[in-house]
């Protein structure tokens, strides 16, 4: 895809949202279904938070996407979750995992296990969460991936090789978030910049952004949805940033900005920092 590929498939994809508004369902931490489900809804979605194993299944069959996060390890979980995963699918509907806390119990390691073989069509994390995902599903062998709770050890760049084997394995897309973000296909790699400091100041960015890029994916291919989300979070927190240095006016200057950021305004802030990968050269404007 070329440059204006991109920008015209992310606008396409902003625009489509807010017009279709699809309900994508969410399970994920109960510390931060307030943030995913009203960033969900300013971008234009509509949200649902999940627990039980069989509602979980039945509304899979029926949701044109839906959100795994790990956030929260119910002990329901070890049924609840390979079940909506195995319901998304057998039915073909694009799913995002955001393996948070991974390597913190047998019960987190049992259950994502169990997930490798359900494709997600996006997995979602920090660099020191997807190199651990990629060696779970014995998809590298290398260092890093120590998760210190919730918190990346790892820089971005030291993901690349992870994100890339999760990509190919799954044949959907791969974001490493953290200060400049990385998503792939597989085989193109584009490293976006933006975003504040202040995402670290508050709890749940990482998981909204996960609930966004599965509402996108309701609508688009995986790599654009990814893409489309990440250049809306940075930008919408570029421009929070600006009017707000404290983290509770941020949190909700950024979801105003998510609400009222145009189709054209994301599109055209799309950036690389450096040059696309296996596609050609662009540095940032």
């Excluded at 329901?76 to 119990?105: C, H, M």
């Excluded at 599965?214 to 489309?228: H, K, N, Q, R, S």
């Excluded at 979070?233 to 609400?259: H, I, M, R, T, W």
Aim: some cysteine.
């Amino acid at each position: 895809m070329r440059e204006e590929e991109i920008r015209s498939a992310i606008a396409k994809a902003v625009e489509q949202v807010r017009a279709e508004k699809p309900l994508v369902p969410s399970i994920t931490n109960t510390v931060t279904q307030d943030f995913v489900a009203n960033a969900q809804l300013a971008v234009g979605g509509a949200a649902a938070m999940l627990y039980l194993a069989d509602e979980c299944e039945s509304v899979a069959k029926v949701a044109p996407a839906f959100y795994i996060n790990m956030g929260t390890a119910m002990p329901f979980y070890e049924e609840t979750l390979p079940q909506a995963a195995r319901a998304l699918f057998a039915n073909k509907k694009p799913w995002v995992l955001d393996p948070v806390g991974i390597g913190l119990s047998e019960l987190r390691t049992k259950i994502l296990t169990q997930l490798k073989i359900y494709n997600p069509a996006i997995v979602r994390g920090n660099a020191s969460e997807i190199i651990a995902l990629a060696k779970l599903w014995q998809l590298i062998n290398e260092a890093g991936g120590n998760v210190h709770g919730v918190e990346s050890t790892e820089k971005v760049s030291a993901a690349k090789s992870a994100a890339l084997a999760i990509a190919k394995f799954t044949g959907g897309a791969v974001a490493v978030s953290g200060e400049e973000d990385l998503v792939t296909d597989g085989e193109n790699v584009i490293n976006c910049a933006g975003g504040s400091e202040l995402f670290t100041k508050i709890t749940g960015s990482g998981c909204a952004l996960g609930g966004v890029m599965a509402v996108y994916a309701a609508v688009t291919t995986p790599f654009i949805a990814a893409l489309t989300a990440t250049t809306m979070f940075n930008l919408a927190g570029s421009k929070a940033a600006a009017q707000s240095e404290a983290p509770a006016s941020f949190k909700v200057e950024f979801l105003d900005n998510l609400y009222e950021l145009t189709a054209e305004e994301v599109a055209d802030n799309f950036r690389v920092v450096g040059s696309f990968e296996n596609m050609f050269n662009f540095g940032m404007e």
